[in-house]
């Protein structure tokens, strides 16, 4: 057990130093705010609002239409709907465990001036060592295929614009250039990253939506969705993955330039810091606001695209390759992949400091030693997207497998266990919400949340998403050249 408690130690310290490391650089004159102020010190409401809208969704967008030709389109919009509403309150029930935890520990007296507090420390404060261990090892696993989802994704929308070069030979190059990422040191604040996220999501998801619409039914279009159990259930753990993987959030307390700065840590699809809040409190409210405007985006265009080409999605997972070239494709490519690219370093640095910490080189000032020591990280990564090149399936694979328990199953079962016990349900620092005032009823929702998504997600969504990755690499192959690339492929 004594190495099994050090990794777990290397991995919470270093995950701790994300922030740590570039906290002193705040301590600075606080009169030179003005323009950096506003491009990179956020904590507001509207800073953590633009941060869950914009890092909820991002390549999975263009899989969506592809999900729905499983589905259906009321099935679609349907589970669109329930999974966005599950992973708000799933984000809702970390926030209640976090301000549990940091209440408690402030009973005992305990300081959090210059400290962090993680998702993975609440777990470990209310229930356990073996649950932060839970915690972690899930969290890590989902960074490292959330970072090779991104590096597919790049290399699936690049040749969109220039099919000269195979998706494989792009797999590369886009490799060879997020590798870059070893040589920031760290990620600081994302004020401005936030504010840009949203619009090049913004953009793309109209996009798709205004040129689907203009495009118009193809001929002879057929809407057969669903056909098959295996496609069907693909197809929702791809939606559950889409409204999960940003809905886990360990939080940070810490002391900023300005005050106390909460930041909330998204584990999904991978964002290290995805934003700051000075009122940590109103977070669980946040992210379903953000989540309603997110069904702005995701819903008219799933709809517009799968309306427009119906059952040839079952071929093209990718959005963007039934669409026409234009300078307005081109632009909505491009900004996805500048997204993608910023999520693939939001997604590796923790993983680039857990890796150094095990090799003893986080403290050195050497950037170019650090780079060398975190090539051991990327590396992998880039192996497992040219081996699995299956953008969508990948994406379903992963939303059964690991985010039906980072985000849905483990915050549900932490919370019930949490207030098991009437003594902790009337000390509570956060008492049931206003629209379920029972505990009896919050204990019921977690229940419905833990065996839907267990049955449904994991079980079933594992079951259907595992057969149609296999079936992909009986179709396609390992290591595949150009992975969807002919209009002929068969479906799946």
Not at 136 to 161: D, M, P, R
Not at 294 to 301: A, C, E, G, M, N
Not at 350 to 360: A, D, I, R, S, T
Not at 373 to 390: D, E, N, Q, T
Request: hydrophobic content about 45%.
């Amino acid at each position: 057990m004594l190495p099994q408690r050090q990794a777990e130690e290397v991995m919470v310290s270093s995950l701790n130093e994300t922030e740590g490391d570039e906290r002193e650089e705040d301590k600075g004159d606080e009169s030179q705010l003005s323009l950096k102020t506003l491009l990179w010190h956020g904590g507001s409401v509207y800073d953590a609002w633009f941060s869950c809208a914009s890092n909820q969704v991002a390549q999975v967008l263009l899989t969506l239409p592809y999900s729905f030709s499983q589905l259906g389109m009321l099935s679609g919009v349907i589970f669109q709907i329930f999974y966005g509403i599950l992973g708000s309150w799933t984000a809702y029930l970390i926030s209640v465990l976090y301000i549990e935890y940091r209440s408690r520990k402030e009973k005992e007296n305990v300081s959090f001036k210059n400290h962090v507090i993680q998702w993975f420390e609440v777990l470990d404060g209310l229930l356990g060592p073996y649950w932060k261990a839970m915690g972690l090892a899930f969290n890590c696993t989902f960074l490292l295929f959330g970072s090779v989802i991104q590096l597919i994704a790049c290399a699936s929308n690049i040749y969109y614009i220039n099919d000269r070069l195979d998706k494989r030979t792009w797999t590369y190059i886009f490799g060879a250039c997020c590798a870059t990422t070893v040589f920031i040191p760290s990620f600081h604040n994302y004020r401005l990253w936030s504010f840009l996220g949203l619009g090049m999501t913004t953009y793309t998801a109209w996009y798709l939506t205004i040129a689907a619409l203009v495009q118009g039914q193809v001929e002879n279009v057929k809407h057969t969705g669903p056909t098959k159990l295996v496609l069907y259930f693909t197809g929702a753990t791809n939606i559950l993955y889409t409204f999960g993987g940003h809905a886990v959030t360990g939080l940070k307390h810490g002391t900023g330039p300005t005050g106390p700065t909460v930041i909330t840590h998204s584990w999904s699809l991978a964002e290290e810091i995805m934003h700051a809040m000075w009122k940590p409190q109103k977070f669980k409210y946040i992210y379903l606001v953000a989540t309603l405007y997110v069904f702005t985006l995701t819903i008219p265009s799933a709809v517009a695209v799968y309306w427009a080409f119906g059952d040839q999605l079952l071929d093209h997972s990718n959005a963007f390759s039934l669409l026409p070239q234009t300078g307005f494709r081109d632009a909505a490519v491009i900004l996805m992949l500048i997204h993608q690219f910023i999520t693939f370093g939001f997604a590796c640095t923790p993983l680039y400091f857990v890796w150094e910490k095990v090799v003893g080189v986080h403290d050195t000032k050497s950037i170019c030693l650090r780079a060398l020591a975190r090539l051991p990280v990327v590396i992998p990564i880039w192996f497992l997207a040219i081996i699995f090149p299956f953008f969508g399936p990948i994406n379903s694979a992963v939303g059964a497998l690991l985010v039906s328990f980072t985000v849905y199953i483990i915050p549900a079962l932490a919370h019930m266990l949490t207030y098991r016990k009437a003594s902790a349900r009337k000390n509570a620092a956060e008492k049931p919400p206003f629209f379920l005032p029972s505990w009896s009823g919050m204990y019921m929702v977690n229940a419905f949340v833990v065996i839907w998504v267990f049955i449904v997600g994991f079980g079933f969504g594992g079951w259907a998403s595992m057969n149609n990755f296999i079936k992909q690499v009986d179709t396609f192959g390992l290591f595949a050249k150009c992975y969807q690339c002919q209009p002929s492929s068969p479906h799946r």
